[in-house]
């Protein structure tokens, strides 16, 4: 069966750096792009980053543009969100998913992603 396993997350001061991973297995990794997103207390899932099928094509939310980056290994079945100058409102759980989807761009509609993984928490302190 497929398993989406997000990287522990952790407790970084704000300013810091954090990169977490997700583990792919059970699917054609190569064909999927990969997808992470992130849950705050209290409010909806939002998208934060995207990457197509072969790692060409990157789509990222305005609001963290610059800060963050999405990248994958597709030889280890791994996407990446390295996390640069965290806030406190970066405090979430994220998640990272996977669209049967090899077209030249990724989604940012959670209702495209077909799996999920378990979510990690990232708790940014002021």
């Known amino acids: 069966q497929v398993q989406l396993v997000e990287s522990e997350g952790g407790l970084v001061q704000a300013g810091g750096s954090l990169r977490l991973s997700c583990a792919a297995s059970g699917l054609a990794f190569s064909n999927y792009a990969m997808g992470w997103f992130r849950q705050a207390p209290g409010k909806e899932r939002e998208f934060v980053a995207a990457?197509?099928?072969?790692?060409?094509?990157?789509y990222y939310a305005d609001s963290l543009k610059g800060r963050f980056a999405i990248s994958r290994d597709n030889n280890k079945n791994t996407v990446y969100l390295q996390m640069n100058s965290l806030k406190a409102e970066d405090t979430a759980v994220y998640y990272c998913?996977?669209?049967?989807?090899?077209?030249?761009?990724?989604?940012?509609?959670?209702?495209?992603?077909?799996?999920w993984g378990q979510g990690t928490q990232v708790t940014v302190s002021s």
């Open positions: 998913a996977a669209d049967r989807n090899d077209g030249w761009w990724p989604s940012w509609s959670l209702d495209d992603y077909d799996y």
């Open positions: 990457i197509n099928w072969r790692g060409a094509n990157t």
